[in-house]
């Protein structure tokens, strides 16, 4: 009956509704526009911090969280992982593979996995992971040194022990997180055997600027 | 009709968002395996509540009534998009913590409920004290759930307080007993659940307490 009036309250709800849409996405935009460049530093400082706790003892004079290539190899993960490379007046002196297990409890658990031209174990970092707090958040070594067990490790030592000990192997796994144990203790051994398989080809020259490096290069705060 | 008092109380006990409205248990139970997660979560959720029911007081004169859920879900998953991009760009180590469960915000009941129920009616300031005493609220109940899973479940207090507070929080860890063995059950979901049921009953308890005593009186009053 009262078409006008009731088309007219339409259009008003209709108008408030784009209006507040405009609103509330716009502001969402400014947002991100504002703090892009801070996050993706958050990111790579913490990658950064990590790789320079791997090689601490390793002295090296380029930037290894920049200087990367990126790998597509089932041993390290269903996605492309990049691997660092750290060098020492343009000489090779160690890379920093990252890897990426599902084996975990929850979620996938990234490591950084220092490994030196002999393709033994430097240090090994977790990077990202959601293991139950308390237990399988040990791996981290702010809350436990139980990471540091790889150091020295390699594909020959221990050999047949690359399994934690309910396994049969020779590391221990944490008490109550054998699922989490079981997983790093898979993955580093991964990184390692891709090392063994590939490793010569990590230092080539040719892939330094390769495009390949470009999608997972974060940039960096001026 | 309000009073800052009344706002408050109904808040932080008689209506608590928690422990008597039920509600945003979601988050609530997810992420309270310690106190600092708890305590982080809450602010979060407490920044969400202010924004919120300020910019729902604000746009209530132009709202029609009915495109008023849009409108919330549209500023609540504004404002939460935007907490969640300045905590990833300013409190990362919080972030990292914390980060997957910022986006539930989105699901907690409570804010969409004290938009519907009380911003979209009241004037700017008694939405923001409602916020503010909602999220006040909620934020305790989370605050003692991690604190008693934490005690029970490793044995310690604001573990992880330097994410929240930075490095001179560092020592504030307390520690119980060097050899505490855990107890994984309280750190686990359905730790969570018997916590907070606990939590609740002894809300309740305590409440019907109180009413005893008031009533007492009147009740003696008689021959």
């Known amino acids: 009956m009262d078409n006008p009036e009731r088309s007219g309250r339409l259009l008003h709800a209709a108008i408030v509704l784009a209006v507040t849409a405009a609103l509330t996405t716009g502001s969402v935009v400014l947002v991100k526009q504002l703090t892009t460049t801070r996050i993706a530093a958050n990111e790579a400082l913490a990658r950064q911090q990590r790789i320079a706790q791997i090689l601490a003892a390793h002295p090296y004079d380029n930037v290894p969280g920049d200087d990367r290539i990126a790998v597509t190899d089932g041993l390290l993960g269903r996605t492309r992982q990049p691997v660092h490379r750290a060098r020492r007046g343009g000489e090779p002196v160690a890379s920093v593979i990252q890897v990426t297990t599902g084996e975990g409890y929850s979620g996938s658990i990234v490591l950084l996995v220092g490994v030196d031209l002999q393709g033994k174990v430097l240090a090994v970092r977790t990077l990202r992971h959601r293991e139950t707090p308390g237990l399988g958040d040990a791996i981290e070594i702010a809350k436990h040194d139980w990471i540091t067990r790889f150091e020295g490790a390699s594909l020959a030592a221990p050999g047949d022990g690359w399994s934690v000990r309910r396994d049969g192997g020779r590391f221990d796994q944490l008490t109550g997180a054998t699922v989490t144990s079981r997983a790093v203790v898979g993955a580093v051994h991964n990184a390692l055997l891709y090392f063994d398989r590939h490793g010569e080809r990590i230092f080539r020259d040719s892939l330094r600027f390769s495009p390949n490096t470009s999608p997972a290069t974060a940039p960096e705060p001026k | ?223």
């Open chain 2, 1 to 223: 009709m309000h009073s800052a008092k009344s706002i408050f109380g109904a808040g932080l006990w008689r209506n608590n968002p928690g422990l008597v409205q039920l509600l945003g248990l979601c988050p609530l139970l997810a992420v309270t395996s310690t106190l600092v997660n708890g305590l982080g979560l809450g602010l979060a959720t407490l920044l969400t509540l202010l924004v919120s029911n300020a910019l729902v007081s604000a746009s209530r004169g132009w709202l029609r009534p009915e495109i008023r859920i849009p409108v919330f879900v549209l500023i609540i998953a504004s404002t939460v998009t935007a907490i969640e991009l300045i905590m990833n760009a300013w409190f990362y180590g919080l972030y990292k913590v914390l980060g997957i469960f910022v986006p539930l915000i989105v699901t907690n009941c409570t804010i969409v409920a004290r938009a519907e129920m009380f911003a979209s009616r009241q004037p700017l300031a008694w939405a923001i004290l409602d916020g503010l005493a909602m999220g006040i609220g909620f934020t305790l109940v989370l605050v003692v759930l991690g604190a008693v899973r934490e005690l029970l479940g490793q044995g310690t207090l604001f573990v992880g307080a330097a994410l929240l507070f930075g490095t001179t929080a560092q020592h504030w860890t307390i520690s119980f007993s060097n050899d505490y063995p855990g107890f994984l059950l309280a750190l686990l979901p359905p730790g969570a659940f018997f916590a907070f049921a606990l939590l609740v009953a002894a809300r309740n308890w305590l409440d019907n307490a109180f009413t005893e005593r008031r009533t007492a009186p009147v009740a003696d009053a008689g021959p």
